[in-house]
């Protein structure tokens, strides 16, 4: 075994994605008191690899969370995979931070943290936006091996550099890429299958160390961030019009035929 | 160079391959007009006079003639064999030095992964906002996003640095421009190390046959759990060709290994939003919807009359997808031999 690694791993807390979710009517904000609150699922694909990284190269598995008080029940939730300490950075001047400001409060957040790789899920199901690992890259100098659904990480060689390879989903295939350590990682569903925690590791996982950083910690000014500070502004939200209701047939020895008459009425062949 | 550019000047981030502009490249410059004028960037790997290993100049002719064909008047050049070794952070460090140089009045590229990770680099690196996934675009610089699996839209606006929106696929159609011979503003770009450290060892294609891509195709046939057995996949195959569309699966069939993963729709896997979705055997739990009930046709054939897909269904069949195809695919066949 080489040198072990240090890993921290991102963890969102994020409305249920099989629920009806909605945003406050007052400011277009994600309400999350109003629907449960679950951990993003591809981010337990993330806690899954890095937990494997830790038995074959030994070392620590932090989680970091950025989020409301409340946020720490998904906390507890993601430490029961197996994590040895979360560190939960909650502010309510953080209420309503766009990802460019997310992006911000999470790096410095890291830079107060020891890691040789940050791993996280490649998208969040409720912002999906998909930019803060690369943003997180950007802002901490490093490099990025975004999109994985197969990581390696090589023993270190003679000068003790270390390198991580991933094979990075695309839409085609993929593609193979490799970078120096430290790194950020982003994995998607297709790298493992996480497992369930076992009564031992929920019961350990009551009393695993949870820190809190607030901005203040963390240098950042509670005006540049938040709602108030947010690089863009929703300045509406309409629920998607309802499609027009369609025509439902029962199958007979025609269907297919109508269903031919219907394309070409629209065009479609 | 210096900034000789209206202040309406808009950069269009192009996607090309082999020589050819990706379809949504169209898409992106449509969409640049209801902002401004459209200057598109075109970042080439390998150096002038090149024959192999790099684009030759007749690539970058070809490009050029394409985009004319658009009706754009003005093409920004970088070549760099660099572009091609490196992920994203060589296209990110060129895209920063021009809007530097050339202040546009915003940034639009494509909301694939690639594009994504360079928006959100782009937007760092630039002190900008950014919206992902836009769907439309205002020339009051408002744009709109589907959130929540396509339950609701919101409209925002970019109020800090230089608007950076990543426009999804199929969601603008191209307009027919008069076509022009673009003048090619050729700049030369400086990369620093850290564009350097993720080094791309190869790209490989796996086989998909010769079906469009999901996220491209105007067509797609989906089958889900309903499908059964791997091989009633060749049943969707079949349709698919007939109609020049892409084949995806639901998680449902993925997980069950029923088709393989890379063709997933949904809220973990792809969003489409073609012309025509055509939905075998798929109940449509919401993780589904979320990747698909943009399309703008929707056919639903699936033996549970109860299937919420059904709900959003333009035309739908309530019957075994196993006869319902074959009677479809002979009806097409009868169709374009009359």
Known sequence: MGKPLDLVVLVKQVPDSGADRVLRESNFTVDREASDSVVNEMDEYAIEEALRLKGEHGGTVALLTMGPEQAVTSIRKALQMGADAAVHVTDAALAGSCAVKTSEVLAAALGTLQWDLVLCGAESTDGQLCVIPAMLAQRLDVAALTGARQLTIADADSTGERVGTIQRQTETGYQTIQASLPAVVSVWDTINEPHYPTFRDIMAAKSKPVSTLRLADLGIDAAEVGFFGATSVVTSVVPRPPRGAGVVIDAGADAGAKLVEFLASRKLV | ?338
Do not use: W
Request: negative net charge; glycine residues 10%.
């Open chain 2, 1 to 338: 160079m210096s900034s000789d550019n209206v202040a309406t000047e808009v950069l269009v981030l192009a996607e090309h391959t082999d020589g050819t502009l990706s379809k949504t490249t169209a898409e992106l410059i449509t969409a640049a007009r209801i902002l401004g004028e459209p200057a598109v960037v075109l970042l080439v790997s390998g150096s002038s006079g090149e024959a192999s290993g790099g684009s030759s100049d007749a690539t970058v002719d070809a490009l050029c003639a394409q985009l004319g064909e658009l009706g754009v008047a003005h093409v920004v050049l970088a070549r760099s064999p660099e572009f091609g070794l490196y992920l994203v952070t060589p296209v990110v460090q060129a895209l920063a030095q021009l809007v530097r140089e050339r202040k546009p009045a915003a940034v639009l590229l494509t909301a694939s992964a690639d594009g994504k990770e360079v928006a959100g680099r782009l937007a760092v690196l630039t002190g900008s906002g950014l919206l992902t996934d836009v769907t439309e675009l205002h020339g009051d610089g408002t744009a709109t996003q589907e959130i929540f699996a396509g339950s609701a839209i919101v409209a925002s606006r970019i109020i800090t640095g230089t608007p950076i929106y990543a426009i999804r696929r199929n969601a603008i159609t191209s307009q027919l421009a008069v076509p022009v011979q673009p003048e090619v503003h050729t700049v030369e770009v400086l990369l620093s190390a850290s564009a350097r450290a993720s080094r791309i060892l190869d790209s490989v294609v796996e086989p998909k046959g010769n079906r469009p891509e999901l996220t491209e195709a105007s067509v797609v046939v989906a089958g889900g759990r309903g499908v059964g057995r791997a091989e009633d996949f060749q049943l969707l195959e079949q349709l698919a060709d007939q109609l020049g569309g892409a084949v995806g699966a639901s998680r449902a069939a993925t997980d069950g290994g029923l088709y393989p993963h890379q063709f997933q729709v949904g809220q973990t896997g792809k969003s489409v939003s073609p012309q025509l979705y055509i939905a075998c055997g798929i109940s449509g739990a919401i993780q589904h919807r979320a990747g698909m009930q943009t399309a703008k046709n929707i056919v639903v054939i699936n033996s549970d009359s109860t299937s919420p897909i059904f709900d959003i269904a333009d035309f739908g069949i309530v019957g075994d997808l196993h006869e319902v195809l074959p009677q479809t695919i002979t009806a097409l066949r009868e169709r374009a031999g009359s």
